[in-house]
């Protein structure tokens, strides 16, 4: 099982910041890799997909990276409707895993 | 619209068993690979199991194998989860998520991306005495 490992767990930022949040693979999940965005009381949604990929509706300060092991999610200037938990997955074998998730919070 | 409805959850003891159900509407269902993903009060996401489109292919976490089902009803547009000895680390909502698609246009054939882009609102499920 592949295990995806994000940091920080929690990221205390201001509107207008820049957001750097980073996912780990304990083996090469090549560019199989998307971002998930969760509000509170609300279902997942998708960001990112294979890396680098916006999903539909996903505005353009939201940027993915990365190969192999090493990904990172930016966002370029934060929303206030950005401060959410995200969580990274791979698709790259079953099962499919999810990472931890990190907390984007108001400073 | 396209549209995932969860419904079945509720308060089942160890042991126990449930059926889930989602309703779907707004895409071509068979077109679809679907899958259950959970998530237990205040943690983060679990992928449960993956059935294709056609229903041959079927995946499942190794926590759930064995003991959950998952099969679809693409006549009636339905993605199903059947629960048996349910545990206390069961507890979780349950959501139905859209996967990789198969789009024919103009003679052709496209895949969506393989990745979970639309989920339901889920469905709870609390396993306790």
């Known amino acids: 099982e592949i295990v995806l490992t994000q940091s920080p767990d929690t990221l205390s930022l201001s509107p207008g910041e820049r957001a750097t949040l980073s996912c780990r693979a304990s083996?090469?999940?090549?560019?199989?890799l998307a971002w998930y965005q969760q509000k509170a009381g609300q279902a997942p949604r998708l960001l990112m997909y294979?890396?680098?990929n916006r999903a539909t509706a996903i505005p353009a300060r939201f940027s993915g990276s990365g190969s192999g092991t090493d990904f990172t999610l930016a966002i370029s200037s934060l929303e206030p409707e950005d401060f959410a938990v995200y969580y990274c997955?791979?698709?790259?074998?079953?099962?499919?895993?999810f990472g931890q998730g990190t907390k984007l919070e108001i400073k | 619209e396209v549209q995932l409805v969860e419904s079945g959850g509720g308060l089942v003891q160890p042991g126990g068993s449930l059926r889930l159900s989602c309703a779907v509407a707004?895409?071509?269902?068979?077109?679809?690979?679907m899958n259950w993903v959970r998530q237990a009060p205040g943690k983060g996401l679990e992928w449960v199991a993956h059935?294709?489109?056609?229903?041959?292919?079927?995946y499942y976490v190794d926590s759930v194998k064995g003991r959950f089902t998952i099969s679809r009803d693409n006549a009636r547009n339905s993605l199903y989860l059947q629960m048996n000895s349910l545990r206390a680390d069961d507890t979780a909502l349950y959501y139905c998520?859209?996967?990789?698609?198969?789009?024919?246009?103009?003679?052709?054939?496209?895949?969506?991306?393989?990745?979970?882009?639309?989920w339901g609102q889920g469905t709870m499920i609390t396993v306790s005495s």
């Open positions: 707004g895409f071509t269902f068979s077109n679809y690979e």
């Open positions: 294979d890396v680098s």
């Open positions: 059935i294709s489109g056609s229903g041959n292919t079927i």
């Open positions: 997955q791979h698709r790259a074998d079953w099962p499919r895993t």
């Open positions: 083996q090469s999940v090549g560019s199989h």
């Open positions: 998520v859209r996967g990789r698609g198969r789009i024919s246009m103009f003679g052709m054939t496209t895949e969506t991306p393989d990745a979970f882009d639309i």
